[in-house]
């Protein structure tokens, strides 16, 4: 019986993303290369990407070898003419989108105010380069043996195109051909862009945030005077070096599967959540709105709370109890690999932690951040603040589950898995 191909992606890259850091904060910790820049780490990603890609190549083919399948490709046109043609419109259709994308992230006040957006804006002036030398090929290829009718159907490009069309229509044209507020896959298009757009900005930031807090315990751990330091500084920066190297392999997977969608992985997307309650509960987790919110309503960080635990024991193990719960955390992103999104549908997934709770990385976060949070035990205040806080990631479950169970693969899987996040309790 055949088994349902399982892209195990992510895991590569996870394996990757720890080596390449390590390996390049112990070169430049030893002056064997130069101080690390944004270039090195935005290099790592894109390294990490192309052997993503070698290995699902690797992978899909074992398997298609397996089961005695072939790969049908299925050209847009019989004449390569047509085929250069449509990549010509395919590119510009997509390449508008993208330079606003550009334009606002290097001209924005937003952007451009602080230095927390740098890698932000050096990450976009990377993307632009690949786009214009590797997009014209990639579009000529994909449409050359990915050209089915299928594929058409949801194509950003052609999509794109549409929607131009539409949106100058609602100004210029008497006769409304193209309906921009009705048409389900405009909006979907639309929104599409918005998520990667949103999500990728602060993405490439995140990484690097959690690239330099991982080399500065690293750097910590090879001081002169890291031997005579005391058992729990010791531990503690253990902590954080796993910590932050943990997320480098949680954002940096996010980033690349933001960034890049293609009818070669089956990683398009299937669905938006249309609902305002669901882009409210995403966003509200996210800078700058979660930092809007928690800083005027939310605010148990400001509340006045002290430590209930204070022994270093029982810190060291609860250090060891985060760092599983965290791994758990980024499991779930592992697993999703380059189907990694917010807000959308990219196919569903029912292997990882998928296979036993349905919102894995939701309680993972959680249950860590009560495991580190016991301090607001301390101010009853404090506490109703971090709860109402936390029970937002049940209101994201529920608006997920509200826009996935309109897929047939998902009605599925609900029934496989029954639990929302704790197996055999929630």
């Not at 990915?146 to 008497?174: M, P, Q, T």
């Not at 309906?179 to 993405?203: G, S």
């Not at 998902?410 to 197996?423: A, C, D, H, L």
Request: aromatic share 22%; net charge positive; hydrophobic share 50%.
């Amino acid at each position: 019986m055949k088994t349902p191909y399982i892209s195990h992606a992510g895991y590569a890259a996870a394996i990757a993303l720890v080596l390449f850091s390590v390996s390049l904060v112990y070169l430049s910790i030893h002056k064997i290369i130069p101080p690390l820049q944004t270039a090195h780490i935005m290099g790592m990603v894109g390294l990490v990407f192309v052997l993503m890609l070698s290995w699902e190549y690797v992978s899909k083919s074992a398997y298609n070898k397996k089961y005695k399948l072939t790969n049908l490709y299925t050209a847009l046109s019989d004449s390569n003419i047509m085929i250069v043609k449509s990549t010509f419109f395919r590119f510009l259709a997509l390449f508008i989108p993208f330079y606003i994308a550009y334009f606002i992230v290097h001209n924005h006040f937003y952007f451009i105010k602080s230095d927390i957006f740098a890698p932000t804006i050096e990450f976009f002036d990377y993307l632009l380069i690949i786009f214009l030398v590797l997009g014209p090929p990639y579009l000529f290829l994909t449409l050359k043996y990915r050209g089915a009718k299928h594929y058409e159907f949801n194509d950003y490009a052609i999509l794109s195109i549409i929607g131009f069309k539409s949106f100058v229509c609602l100004f210029l044209c008497k006769n409304k051909t193209y309906n921009f507020y009705k048409n389900r896959r405009i909006k979907k298009v639309f929104l599409v862009y918005l998520v990667n757009f949103f999500f990728i900005t602060l993405m490439a930031r995140f990484l690097l945030v959690e690239f330099h807090g991982f080399e500065a315990n690293m750097n910590i751990l090879f001081s002169e005077d890291y031997n005579t330091q005391h058992w729990y500084n010791k531990a503690r920066n253990w902590y954080f070096i796993c910590f932050h190297l943990l997320f480098v392999v949680d954002v940096g997977i996010a980033t690349i599967g933001y960034a890049f969608a293609s009818r070669w992985l089956g990683n398009r997307t299937k669905s938006v959540d249309f609902t305002a309650m669901g882009w409210f509960v995403a966003l509200f987790c996210y800078p700058p709105f979660n930092e809007l919110i928690s800083g005027n309503f939310i605010y148990y960080h400001s509340l006045p709370t002290h430590e209930i635990i204070t022994s270093q024991l029982v810190w060291s193990v609860i250090f060891v109890l985060l760092l599983i719960v965290y791994t758990i955390y980024v499991w779930a992103t592992i697993a999703l690999g380059f189907k990694f999104s917010n807000l959308t549908n990219r196919g569903i997934i029912s292997h990882g932690p998928y296979k036993y709770v349905r919102h894995p990385a939701y309680a993972a976060k959680n249950i860590a951040w009560f495991i580190d949070s016991t301090y607001v035990l301390s101010n009853i205040w404090a506490s109703l603040a971090f709860f109402t806080w936390n029970s937002i990631y049940i209101l994201r479950a529920l608006t997920e589950e509200k826009h996935l169970k309109k897929d047939k693969d998902y009605q599925s899987y609900r029934e496989k898995v029954r639990y929302y996040f704790i197996p055999k309790i929630i």
